[in-house]
């Protein structure tokens, strides 16, 4: 039987039950529950991919970091070749003043994929290479040599010239900087031009050879003698001059003028004519008062009789006029 008033209940499932102690009830703290998330991470592998290349040509992949920075140093420190006809020589990149990044090309190689190719950037200064360049040119080029006329044994001898050569140093520059920047080594050919002699033994051309014991006057080309004429030369006392001389001026029909010699102080010049003591043609040379000319009296070649001229007949004279010009060489030998 029931008491009025009295309500009875079952607790429901989500109470806690209190812990009694004596006349004390205590109630348990509620429990907190914390929960953490992780994200995983990959770890980045020891090795570069399988495949991966550096600069197109050293392969990389299955090495550690270290090998394949030193598999692309020493690919990228392989020296330059140039070579001149025989000649060789070899530069190194670091010679040229040439980097390459090769940390940046290394790093990248972990994180690519299988089979790919990492470029290889190059620092390659173009003042470093043309001083390189210009230290080449130094080296090889060739100052031409022109051909010398000299006399051996009373005749005209003319050296051989020699050809000279410049270096093409743009050209060189652009192959050495093609070279480092693209990782090609393959030998780079250096080209010169050719330098071409003033003088050579083609183009020494005439040449009066004039043997003063003899009196005779040789006209050669070069080294082959063309014709030979009798001449008269000075007389003992008015010895034509010995040595080398050149033509310096030419005249068609000269005025005679009397030089500053004792022999001709009283005389007047005399216009052309055929009394003129010239004849018809003057050729003067490089020693003062001195001419190859021609002469009304042909019975005096052959003989030492002149004041130091050189005569000609004049048929023979008006010939070799029209053949050589100002500037032909002139010897005169005993």
Not at 66 to 74: D, I, L, N, P
Not at 210 to 232: C, P, Q, S, W
Not at 292 to 299: K, L, Q
Request: with cysteine; aromatic share 6%; hydrophobic share 35%.
């Amino acid at each position: 039987m029931l008491s009025a008033g009295l309500l009875v209940g079952t607790p429901s499932a989500d109470a806690q039950q209190p812990t009694t102690s004596g006349t004390t009830t205590t109630a348990p703290p509620p429990t907190t529950t914390t929960t953490t998330t992780t994200t995983p991470t990959t770890p980045r592998p020891s090795t570069i991919p399988a495949g991966v290349t550096v600069g197109g040509q050293v392969l990389v992949g299955g090495l550690s970091p270290a090998e394949a920075t030193a598999e692309v140093k020493a690919f990228f420190a392989r020296p330059v070749t140039v070579r001149l006809g025989k000649v060789s020589l070899r530069a190194t990149p670091q010679q040229l003043g040439a980097a390459a990044y090769v940390g940046d090309a290394v790093k990248r190689a972990r994180i690519v994929a299988p089979g790919a190719n990492v470029p290889l950037k190059v620092a390659a200064p173009r003042p470093r290479i043309e001083r390189y360049v210009r230290a080449l040119a130094r080296r090889f080029d060739r100052t031409p040599v022109d051909s010398e006329l000299s006399l051996r044994s009373g005749k005209p001898f003319v050296t051989k010239e020699q050809p000279g050569r410049r270096l093409r140093q743009a050209t060189a520059v652009r192959d050495l900087f093609r070279s480092l920047k693209t990782h090609v080594r393959e030998p780079i050919v250096l080209r010169t031009d050719v330098l071409t002699p003033q003088t050579t033994r083609a183009t020494i051309g005439d040449v009066i050879v004039i043997r003063r014991g003899v009196n005779r006057l040789a006209l050669y080309d070069g080294m082959k003698l063309r014709r030979t004429f009798g001449v008269a030369t000075g007389a003992s006392r008015y010895p034509t001059p010995l040595g080398k001389f050149q033509i310096v001026v030419k005249w068609r029909n000269p005025w005679w003028y009397p030089p500053q010699s004792d022999w001709a102080k009283d005389a007047r010049p005399i216009p052309p004519g055929p009394g003129n003591p010239l004849g018809t043609r003057w050729m003067g040379i490089s020693s003062p008062a001195v001419g190859i000319h021609g002469t009304p009296d042909p019975a005096s070649i052959g003989y030492s009789v002149s004041h130091g001229c050189i005569r000609m007949r004049i048929p023979e004279v008006e010939w070799l006029f029209n053949q050589v010009d100002v500037g032909t060489p002139v010897y005169i030998v005993r």
